[in-house]
């Protein structure tokens, strides 16, 4: 879970170009390249981007 919470932490402090969309393809691809490791992360990395996705909006 750390390492989620990690993750997510590092993808804000990117820069501000195209933010909405990089921050939440970094959680995507994040999630694909876990989906073979653990599905569970995968799948909170994929919830984490929905809900960055829903901010934004």
């Not at 990690?6 to 921050?23: K, L």
């Amino acid at each position: 879970m750390f390492s989620l919470i990690a993750q997510v932490a590092r993808f804000f402090r990117s820069s501000n170009a195209n933010a909405s969309v990089s921050h939440a393809a970094a959680l995507m691809e994040s999630a694909d390249a876990r989906a073979g490791l653990d599905a569970y992360q995968a799948q909170e990395l994929r919830v984490a981007a929905s809900a960055w996705l829903s901010v934004i909006r």
